[in-house]
């Protein structure tokens, strides 16, 4: 970090304390320190939870489109002791090599990385590099919350395929974290997609590039799958304390087995997962065509299933959500659905239930069904108590404006329907929902305590909104010239 | 070069027109030659250079470039859009349209035999629309034929139109014993060299038709002489149809001009629509409702179309790899294997993002192309009549508002739900059960009555309740047979006649893929199309630059409007714009100064192309918004 993002950020901190006075902020507590007063999800070490969001396309001191990344540093609330997102200020994470149009920012996700216990923050620049490489760091969260060392991940990476398009992370039980970055424009063939797999503490502990080529990863590589495209870390099966890697695939073709091109259902899209993927290969995987996962939703080209993920963890009973956000409702098109998939115990995971709007268990008898809405744009689990989904539909449409979006929550086990997240500010084509995380979540397995959710397209350049408990509150930025601020969040 | 459909420069060929640089031939014809270029930022492009005979005339220039700019005016749809026109070195004058990737429809015929009823469908239907929108903007093609309609990924698309009646009036027949048009494609009157005029159009759409579906001339071969002779002796051959093209191609290649349907007719028909009869169309007393819904996925590419490797690609290999100054991350030579599109009837990108807008037809949208718009804030009283009611929402669902009390019960009824709801669930829209029982059909037709930018175009200017009525039931009609069909209904265009004294022009647009062009667009993901290919406008335009790239304003200062062209899909997005124009705070429109970045006219997946467009504007002038499309358009 340069001596003059420094300054700006401590900059937008101040100014951020000054403009929520009655908000307690961490940033400049001399007590702070990731030792002993780190939170469970801390950036800056003063105890409170802290997220993070992506503003990709934003300039930095002149540099067009280079992109940066805001940490939302936690305040204290009424509803959220522990720290609300956001409500602390804001910190500014800028690329150590910032370049015209980098998309830095463009995804983003937290660990505890190395061996302090601040969250660590990693991002994704997808289309950095003279050919759009891509790029992605690893931001060490520290006790001033400001001078935070950077980590590059170097690989071996391709023109135009993108480095740091998606990204998943979670912390490792003998201490580092797993981190992986998806490469999904990867050519083996064109845009069949890899995903690069990281062990890190501080510093590198061993990587590999996988492809579905690698032995025991189930499926071919085939022109435009763009494997890579969504990616998760948990505990599905194999060995329990080793984690498991899920990846979406949302342009695969259903084609039948062996390498076809642009035949069967185009883009009906899959998911695999890469049990204990931290190991050597020959790996063993299981992989879901939509067909395969569910007779809920009738497959169809361009389902898009595989194109956002969520996982989460209660007790010893883990849930991964898979969407379909172009999947049609009878003859509403687009509407989007959700495949749950559970594992219990030391099982493997299976299928579980489909989430669809207005019909089943799982319904919203309130919400309407709207064409194109694209629910599971987005998700993230949350509550540590009872599992619940929060869906992003950022397209959806109400009565209160065009395009303002929607986040629905659903109940995962059943038994309850589900209901919508309020956010008095609606506002046309904002896309409110575009991305969703649970924050305070410890370790990247465990659901989090609250939301964020990316708004990128709200007037004046995006905007972030959090959620402890009742409805969802803005953010006020103290940024100027944000441009797509909250496209990613994490 | 297949699939380019380019042949390589002779010797004779200029290594460059104006600023385009040449990759290719096109074709070359009676009246010119048409190149494939590179336009200075990369962008391909199709060149026509008339031939040096045509240029004689000491007016030609002048009528050349007047048509061209009325070619300007016609609607994208279909069609290939006019970009430019200028004068060569030697002075001869050419113009510039995109180009569209493809298999001219002869070749296809000739290589591959006679459509199959699908393609050919989609065809016939694709160049009625085009016919429309050229019709409409007071033109006549005047040399319909299979060459000149291109099969692409995206539809059938009709070029080389415009600049016919320059020549036509250059050389007539009379003068010089050449006929303009192309043998075999004439009308009788063409030949007669009587008034040429949009029926002579719909001749040539019939007798391509016929082409079409059956692979043989309906004419036969044979020299000009003989061909002119059948055209006057007899009826072309048709040759078996399916239904209803066999009618309708029949009635088009009446010997009657007035007894020929329009464009508009057609297009109807070919929905599934009946065909009005002659007699009433001749008559100008009635205003009618003259085109209707069409396009995207209703086209079914013949399999060999599809099964190409995408030509756009091999093309932007060729001109990525020669360009001066590459643009980052453009068009790469990996891209040949990409899969083929998938079928447009399931295509997402087909599908809107919103609900059910009718968003085209918002008041105040710039009407760039085409005809002004017809004063959409004016209203008539019975567009008054059919507007919402006071309170009404921008952008609210096709779902009647509820009564709060029916809400109160509604929320009371779901677990979890907290009192004091903020507006999300208060107002939210009505029972499930009916907004789940509603097909996107309904949806789109509830729109279409609900939403008043929806416009009920043809309330405008139908005053009676019946006269109301009667539409109403035609596209009601028409919405459900396009369900039926199961193949039509993205984009919905409405375009209005008011007698044949009256210039056409288009009242209102309504399209399906709304995009966002509401309030501030800076900052916001403007959607070009589905899901997938967005534009974004990063910051404010940068005005009053008085030098840029080496060039000096000259008229005030630049206004430098930053974007980048996203494709977050699948597969291989085309954007099909005219070059966007920046409209000021006086509503004066201003083309991209030549030192711009040219969007990019198609953006393989994940790729994303930073640029800037030049706009020089006089001093004390405030740009306000960007037209990127004849659809959609940003709010700066």
Same mark, same amino acid.
């Given at each position: ?49 802290? !997220? ?196 979406? !695939? ?82 509403? !098109? ?133 959620? !402890? ?22 | 070069?297949?699939? @380019? ?13 104006? +600023?385009? *640089? ?12 048409? &190149? ?6 990369? #962008?391909?492009?199709? $060149? ?5 005979? /045509?240029?004689?005339?000491?007016? /030609? ?57 699908? +393609? ?21 093609? *005047? ?5 000149? $309609? ?60 016929? &082409? ?22 007899? =009826?072309?051959?048709?040759?078996? %149809? ?5 009618? %309708?191609?029949? =009635? ?64 932007? #290999? ?46 105040? #949208? ?31 669902? +096709? ?7 029916? =809400? ?12 004091? =709801? ?35 175009? &043809? ?34 265009? $409405? ?8 210039? +056409? ?18 900052? *916001? ?16 335009? *940068? ?8 060039? @000096?304003?000259?008229?005030?200062? /630049? ?57 020089? %504007? ?19």
């Amino acid at each position: 970090m340069t001596r003059s993002a420094v300054l700006a950020a401590s900059l937008a901190t101040a100014l951020a304390v000054l403009t929520t006075p009655a908000l307690a902020s961490g940033t400049a507590s001399a007590r702070a320190d990731c030792a002993t007063t780190a939170g469970p999800a801390d950036f800056n070490g003063d105890g409170l939870t802290d !997220a993070v969001t992506g503003d990709p396309f934003a300039d930095l001191d002149g540099i067009e489109g280079a992109g940066i990344v805001q940490v939302l540093l936690g305040g204290k609330t009424e509803e959220a002791p522990d720290g609300l997102p956001g409500a602390g200020g804001t910190l500014e994470l800028r690329s150590p090599n910032p370049e015209p149009g980098d998309g830095f920012g463009w995804a983003v996700r937290t660990a505890h990385v190395n061996d302090d216990k601040c969250l660590d923050v990693i991002v994704g620049a997808p289309y950095a590099g003279d050919t759009d490489t891509g790029a992605a760091y690893v931001f060490f969260g520290t006790a001033s919350g400001g001078d935070a060392e950077v980590l590059p991940l170097d690989a071996d990476k391709q023109a135009e395929a993108h480095f740091g398009w998606s990204l998943a992370a979670a912390d490792l039980t003998g201490g580092g974290a797993i981190v992986a970055v998806g490469e999904p424009h990867a050519d083996e063939p064109a845009d069949a997609g890899a995903v690069h797999v990281f062990d890190l503490d501080g510093t590198i502990r061993s990587t590999k590039r996988l492809t579905q080529e690698n032995e025991g990863v189930i499926g071919n590589g085939e022109v435009g799958d763009m494997w890579g495209w969504s990616l998760a870390i948990g505990n599905l099966g194999g060995d329990s304390d080793k984690p498991d890697l899920v990846v979406g !695939a949302p342009y695969e073709n259903n084609d039948g087995t062996g390498i076809q091109v642009a035949s069967g259902k185009i883009d009906s899209g899959m998911v695999a997962v890469i049990f204990d993927v931290l190991e050597k290969g020959p790996y063993t995987s299981r992989k879901w065509d939509l067909n395969q996962a569910t007779k809920d939703v009738v497959e169809k080209s361009g389902n898009r299933f595989g194109w956002s993920l969520a996982y989460a963890e209660w007790g010893d009973t883990a849930y991964l959500a898979v969407s379909i956000p172009l999947a049609d409702q009878g003859d509403i !098109a687009n509407t989007g659905a959700i495949q749950l998939f559970e594992r219990k115990g030391s099982g493997e995971l299976a299928p579980f239930r489909t989430l669809r709007m207005g019909v089943g268990e799982l319904r919203f008898p309130t919400i309407p069904v709207v064409k194109g809405a694209a629910i599971g744009w987005s998700m993230a689990f949350l509550n540590p108590r009872v599992p619940v989904l929060a869906i992003g539909e950022p397209f959806a449409s109400t009565s209160e404006a065009r395009e303002t979006g929607r986040v629905r929550f659903a109940s995962v086990r059943g038994g309850q329907s589900g209901d919508t997240l309020d956010f008095p500010d609606p506002q046309p084509y904002q896309h409110f929902g575009w991305s969703l995380a649970s924050y305070g979540n410890p370790n990247g397995l465990s659901p989090g305590q609250g939301l964020v959710i990316g708004i990128p397209d709200r007037k004046g350049g995006g905007a972030v909104a959090t959620r !402890a408990t009742g409805p969802a509150t803005l953010i006020k930025t103290t940024r100027k010239g944000t441009t797509d601020l909250g496209r990613s969040v994490g | 070069m297949e699939p @380019t459909g380019a042949e390589p420069l002779t010797p004779h060929d200029p290594p460059a027109i104006g +600023p385009y *640089r040449l990759l290719g031939r096109l074709g070359e014809g009676g009246m010119g030659t048409v &190149y494939l270029a590179v336009a200075p930022t990369g #962008r391909l492009v199709a $060149v026509k250079v008339v031939k040096a005979q /045509f240029t004689t005339d000491e007016d /030609f220039a002048a009528r050349f470039h007047g048509e061209v700019e009325n070619a300007r005016r016609v609607a994208s749809f279909c069609t290939a859009q006019v970009l430019d026109n200028g004068n060569t070195e030697t002075g001869t004058p050419y113009m510039v349209t995109e180009y569209i990737a493809g298999i001219p429809l002869s070749r296809q015929i000739t290589q591959f035999g006679a459509l199959d009823p699908g +393609p050919l469908h989609g065809v016939a239907l694709g160049v009625a629309a085009a016919l429309a929108a050229i019709h409409v903007a007071g033109l006549v093609h *005047r040399d319909l034929k299979p060459a000149n $309609v291109i099969l692409s990924m995206s539809g059938p698309r009709v070029i080389d139109f415009g600049i016919a009646r320059a020549l036509d009036a250059t050389h007539s027949f009379t003068q010089s014993g050449e006929l303009l048009g192309s043998p075999g494609w004439w009308a009788p009157e063409q030949v007669r060299g009587q008034e040429i005029s949009p029926w002579t159009d719909i001749f040539a759409w019939g007798c391509l038709v016929a &082409y079409a579906g059956s692979g043989r001339h309906p004419y036969g071969r044979g020299d000009a002489v003989t061909l002119a002779a059948r055209v006057l002796g007899g =009826r072309p051959d048709l040759g078996a %149809l399916p239904a209803p093209l066999n009618e %309708l191609a029949r =009635r088009a290649t009446d010997p009657d001009p007035f007894q020929r349907p329009t464009a508009q007719d057609l297009l109807i028909a070919l929905v599934g629509g009946a065909i009005p009869e002659p007699a009433s169309m001749g008559s100008g007393s009635q205003n009618t409702l003259v085109a209707t819904e069409m396009l995207s996925e209703s086209w079914e590419a013949p399999p060999n179309v599809a099964a190409e490797p995408d030509a756009t690609q091999i093309l932007a #290999r060729t001109a990525t790899f020669s360009l001066p100054t590459p643009e980052k991350a453009a068009l790469s030579p990996t891209t040949t294997e990409n899969p083929t599109p998938a079928p447009r009837s399931t295509s997402p990108g087909d599908s809107a993002p919103g609900s059910t807008g009718t968003e085209g037809s918002a008041p105040g #949208r710039s009407s760039s192309i085409g005809a002004p718009p017809a004063g959409p804030q004016e209203k008539t009283p019975a567009e008054s009549a059919s507007s919402a009611p006071a309170g009404f929402r921008e952008g609210a669902p +096709p779902y009647p508002e509820s009564s709060p009390p029916v =809400r109160n019960l509604q929320e009371g009824t779901a677990p979890g739900s907290a009192s004091g =709801r903020p507006p999300y669930g208060v107002s939210g829209p009505n029972p499930v059960p009916e907004a789940a029982s509603l097909t996107a059909m309904e949806q789109a037709w509830r729109s279409v009555e609900t939403d008043p930018r929806g416009a009920l175009p &043809y309330a405008e200017d139908s005053p009676t309740e019946a006269g109301k009525r009667e539409r109403t039931s035609v596209m009601r009609w028409l919405l459900g047979a396009g369900a039926v069909v199961a193949a039509l209904t993205v984009t919905l265009v $409405v375009l209005l006649t008011a007698g044949p004294d009256e210039e +056409p022009k288009p009242l209102a647009k309504a399209s399906v893929s709304a995009p966002p062009r509401i309030g501030e667009d800076v900052g *916001r993901q403007i959607s070009l199309g589905g899901y997938d290919l967005a534009l974004i406008i990063p910051q404010q335009p *940068r005005c009053g630059v008085q030098a840029h790239e080496g060039a @000096t304003a000259a008229k005030g200062g /630049f206004c430098l409007v930053r974007w980048s062209m996203l494709n977050t899909g699948g597969e291989l997005a085309a954007f099909n714009g005219v070059a966007p124009t920046l409209i000021d705070d006086k509503g004066s429109e201003y083309t991209p100064h030549e030192t711009s970045t040219t969007l990019p006219t198609a953006l393989k997946p994940g790729t994303k192309v930073d640029g800037v467009l030049v706009f020089d %504007l006089p001093s004390g002038r405030t740009p306000t918004k960007l037209s990127l499309t004849d659809e959609v358009e940003a709010q700066l």
